[in-house]
């Protein structure tokens, strides 16, 4: 009988073709000229899982959403576990385009790296779901999964999942499981396979400063109007104070303090600090929140980040103005039990407050959120995620990791009420939501791999062994 | 005999026609991909001295300033009062198309007011020349001025005449000079004709802040990493302290405090403050530095001022990144004896010791900038112009206003070795360096015969009575 592995090695040469086909489609979902590259990736996953034999797929584009995949290939046992796989299939913006070394929707493999956009950030980990099945019933001598498979893909994720609610609920039915699989995160290092454990929540506005209803010449109206930049760069300077904790009054009322056990075994990863800098982070020194280490940054702690700004005259020379309005975007990343709305309603409070007279500040907020989630370290479903990684990677996987970014994983725990986990395999220098992205494509086979190996973990476990 | 405003009157209509080919030239020094415009309206400029008269016309490209025009006019009498008109045939960038009520440079006249950009600055106010030496010749019976008249064009000072000191010393033996004569400032207001009795001076830099050098997932890496945004915003903000005042250090140390009786007369003025915010200044309050007037902040006080602001993404929607890069652009005007050289200097030192390490930060000088520059109010020909003023608008003319606006009217005195008048006729919501440029065509038509008047008063006086 076959294996897992020689099934995937067998497939990969293929496999790879269909995802640097999918690579192609710029499916970016923050801006709407792309709006239908978006419904065609939709129809490109849903036609790949009909070719891989899911007997159920439909593409989702009767409600606010951008269009998302839902596919069911039922075990043909109606006590088999019940698994919804959840990732998205739209794609952060490639703008800076003269900074990609290779044009970012022609993707291309060197060296055993995949290059282009969505390699890794979720189209390379969503894909590893059609060969790992394929793997798992080769594996496993069946016709059909030996779990009730679902997948729900959404086409709105880079932009912060703004309907994911409506879409769950529209879909509930349809939903029922008794686990929640997210491929849409990553491991350690490829050395160190580690299960994800948690990911932080995200809210993100826009903010608004309006000035002088026209530009003003600088010389005979500056110095004695308000300058809209100006206001917005002291409310930008004060979400932070000089030991970089953000200043938002009750921003951190709601975040659970590791303990110091955690904090210890934090400490204990191998982590080159040095070589993260210099490396991933492309950086010339870490920087963060005084009292915390740059992990704990990253995977306990909350803050507020600057994405972009933009107001007056950026053009070439110089435009002796005062301009008429400035604009930020910003985003917050939450952790513990902060919720979204109630820091939304925080942050709202605090630049209302911060607005001098004679602007007019507003802050408008992208969509409801998310909000944190942690998984339950001790539930079975994680000790079967963490058997069929080390089934992969030939390796016991003991490492626990947060990751800093965000998804609507809290939203579907909480409207499916079922127990989560995560299965991806991303490294920190995939250049994610960066020029450049890639995947490292013995990676990508490890995480199909991996996913064969979780349907039969599962299954063992049956439905009892999952409570 | 004719009088000055006959023929002006006259005139008007043809000489309308001309002004409005001028502006229809996009002569933006800021922009490179104008550059040929700007020397096709030095070329334009050049043609109308010619046909007006002017027996010796060039077009300056021979050095690394963008074309200027220079023009001789001898009287006949070398002893006759020498004359240098300074002005400028570039114009401010058009951006904000969108803003505009008509094209930029298709201009038009409508209800008595020319639209385009530079039919105030300062085209029309140099125009006026043209106009105004036919009045002059024609009310005087003469042909050839009654003073030697020189006339200095150039085409990059609203990009802070970054190469006057070149062109001036270039040109020195040609620009000497009794008086210069400077047309690019405006009048309190329409009915309150005023001589411009100063102007402020002018920097103008570019700060960098350099942070990864790829963007950056700001949930894998966002609160571990300095943010760019985050410290160009913190140095900018720290420009000011809450009371609006400059923080660097030595700013204020060479700015003169204006007399208590100075001060009164600034709050004599015929000033609407309530009228001033929501007509010309189209704001909702006056704000600036405290305890100091609006007139007073405008004229008499330098400032910081951020003119534009860029960084991260500013596309649609929302995307979550550490941005590589923030940039801002900012001029500081200087008063009193504030010299551009130092303040550069202070401000450099400024923002670096405001830097904070992980990030580059780098700040870049367009130009040597230019100084300010003030009038003495009792010289003859402050008394002259005053005169030509009056005739022009029927009115005795007292006021005498400082204008908060900058050109490199310093660096004219300093190399001319000339006393200096200003005489235009711009005026506060002809909203100069903004969309929807305008001038008043009757205002123009007054300037025009101003000129005239001037010339006639100044050789009345002749050398011996301007000393």
Same mark, same amino acid.
């Given at each position: 009988?076959?294996?897992e ?178 491929s ?8 160190t ?47 932070h ?5 953000v ?93 979204? !709305?109630?820091? =939304?309603?925080?942050? +709202? $409070?605090f *630049?209302?407050?911060?607005a001098?007279? &004679?602007?007019?500040v /507003? ?24 058997? !069929?990684?080390? =089934?992969?990677?030939? +390796? $016991?996987? *003991? ?5 800093? &970014?965000?998804?609507? /994983? ?28 890639k ?29």
């Open positions: 009988m076959t294996s592995r020689d099934v995937v090695q067998a497939g990969a040469a293929q496999w790879l073709d269909t995802l640097q086909d999918w690579v192609r489609i710029p499916s970016v979902s923050a801006d709407p000229g792309h709006h239908g590259d978006v419904t065609a990736s939709a129809e490109f996953l849903a036609e790949q899982l009909r070719a891989n034999g899911f007997p159920d797929v439909k593409v989702l584009a009767d409600g606010p959403w951008l269009p998302a995949v839902l596919a069911h290939w039922p075990s043909g046992d109606p006590d088999a576990v019940r698994v919804v796989v959840y990732g998205h299939h739209d794609v952060q913006p490639a703008d800076g385009v003269e900074r990609w070394t290779y044009p970012p929707f022609e993707p291309r493999i060197i060296d055993g790296v995949l290059h282009g956009r969505g390699a890794s950030d979720d189209k390379g980990n969503i894909a590893m779901h059609l060969l790992g099945l394929r793997a798992h019933l080769a594996a496993t001598g069946r016709t059909s999964p030996a779990v009730n498979l679902t997948l729900l893909v959404e086409g709105e994720e880079e932009s912060g999942s703004p309907h994911i609610m409506e879409l769950l609920h529209a879909y509930r039915d349809e939903l029922a499981a008794d686990l929640i699989v997210v849409d995160t990553g491991i350690f290092g490829p050395e396979p580690s299960v994800c454990i948690g990911m932080r929540g995200l809210v993100a506005a826009e903010i608004h400063v309006h000035g002088p209803d026209i530009d003003l010449h600088s010389g005979s109206f500056g110095g004695a109007v308000p300058n809209p930049i100006t206001e917005l760069s002291r409310i930008l300077a004060a979400l104070d000089d030991d970089r904790h200043t938002v009054p009750g921003f951190y009322d709601d975040v659970i303090e590791p303990t110091e056990a955690e904090r210890a075994a934090t400490a204990a990863l191998p982590f080159d600090e040095e070589a993260w800098i210099t490396g991933p982070a492309a950086s010339r020194a870490a920087a963060g929140e005084a009292g915390w280490t740059t992990l704990e940054r990253i995977g306990a702690r909350p803050t507020a980040e600057i994405n972009g700004i933009w107001g007056g005259y950026t053009g070439p020379g110089n435009k002796t103005i005062v301009p008429t309005d400035a604009y930020a975007k910003v985003t917050f990343r939450l952790v513990g039990r902060q919720q979204p !709305a109630v820091i =939304q309603q925080q942050v +709202t $409070d *630049v209302t407050a911060a001098r007279p &004679g602007v007019q /507003e802050i408008h907020w992208e969509g409801a959120g998310v909000a944190p989630l942690y998984v339950d370290t001790e539930h079975p479903a994680t000790t079967a995620t963490r058997a !069929a990684l080390g =089934q992969a990677f030939d +390796t $016991d996987v *003991v490492l626990m990791t947060r990751e800093g &970014g965000s998804g609507p /994983e809290a939203e579907l725990a909480g409207v499916i009420g079922a127990p989560l986990v995560f299965l991806g395999v991303m490294t920190d220098d995939d250049q994610i939501h960066a020029p450049n992205e995947a490292v494509v013995s990676l990508l086979l490890k995480g199909c791999e991996a996913v064969a190996h979780l349907w039969r973990e599962l299954a063992e476990r049956g439905r009892a062994g999952l409570r």
